[in-house]
Every structure is written in C-alpha cells, then in structure tokens.
C-alpha cells in the first residue's frame, strides 16, 4: 500500500474521531480542528516550496495528505450532523 494513502486515512480516521467527539459534547469545535488542520497543512505545502528539492516535496505530500484528510473529515462530520438533526 502506498504510504501517503496510508497516512492519509489515518489521520482522516483520527480526525473524524476527535469532530465526531466533539459532536457528541454539541461543541463548535467540530468544525474548527479539521480547518484548523487543514491551515497546517496549507502552511506544510507552502514550507515545502520554500525548502525545495526532494525534501520540499516530502513535505509537500504530506501537508496534501493533511489538508485531503481534513477535508474529507469536514465533509463527512457534516453529513453526521445533519443526519442527527433531522
């Protein structure tokens, strides 16, 4: 398996976990540690440009798998949310 896919769901598993704990408790932090980690992996991306060569492109894959992963961790504590609600 490759292991970006493999770090990838990973922390989508981690991080849908914490939102969906976060849910559980009604706290609006469900919607705020994904994006938050979504930041971090936009500033992961941009630090690998800046550093360049074969390292700057580690580190821009993983901050991708960062930011697909909380991206996906959104979309999927949302659609529990609003499957709660109705």
Known sequence: MNPLLLVTIISTGILISISLFLNRKKSPFQYVFPLVISILGI???ILGLVVGRWQGLGLSTV?????LSSIIAVIVV??????KEH
């Open 43 to 45: 500033a992961v991306i």
């Open 63 to 67: 901050g991708f798998s960062l930011l």
């Open 78 to 83: 949302s659609i529990v949310s609003l499957r």
